[in-house]
């Protein structure tokens, strides 16, 4: 069984999130609304780890540092949730297409400020 994961955990990871995703669009269109914001979410967030991984918390040893990995997913999750509040409560007002016209927008913001900053390596990153 060890061997079964530790040659397919990098898949099982990778379903795990593509799951996660998936439910973040689920759960608006439960109520009725269908809001697009949430891979906006999951590309900030997976910015803010790599960053963090990359720039702040890096790590000499050839372990995997499970901590500091587990630091990361919490900042970035963290700061996503602050995102999304923010976001949100400007959202609560809209609703039927407006509602997704304007996460398509927020989307659409962090896609060019993500092309455009420097630390997240532009077109390339």
Do not use: H, W
């Not at 069984?1 to 397919?8: E, G, K, L, Q, S």
């Not at 995703?21 to 109520?31: A, F, I, V, W």
């Not at 590309?43 to 040893?61: C, D, E, H, R």
């Not at 995102?83 to 007002?93: D, F, H, K, N, T």
């Amino acid at each position: 069984m060890a061997d079964f994961f530790a040659t397919y955990a990098s898949l099982i990871v990778s379903m795990v999130l593509g799951a996660l995703l998936g439910l973040s669009l689920y759960l608006p269109l439960m109520t009725g609304q269908l809001s697009l914001a949430s891979p906006g979410f999951y590309a900030l967030g997976g910015y803010i780890a790599a960053i963090l991984s990359t720039k702040v918390f890096t790590s000499s040893s050839s372990l995997f540092p499970i901590p500091l990995l587990l630091l990361e997913m919490l900042i970035a999750g963290v700061i996503c949730g602050l995102l999304g509040v923010m976001v949100g409560i400007p959202a609560l007002r809209l609703r039927g297409i407006y509602l997704a016209i304007a996460t398509i927008a927020f989307v659409e913001v962090l896609r060019v400020i993500s092309l455009n900053l420097d630390i997240t390596g532009g077109a390339v990153g």
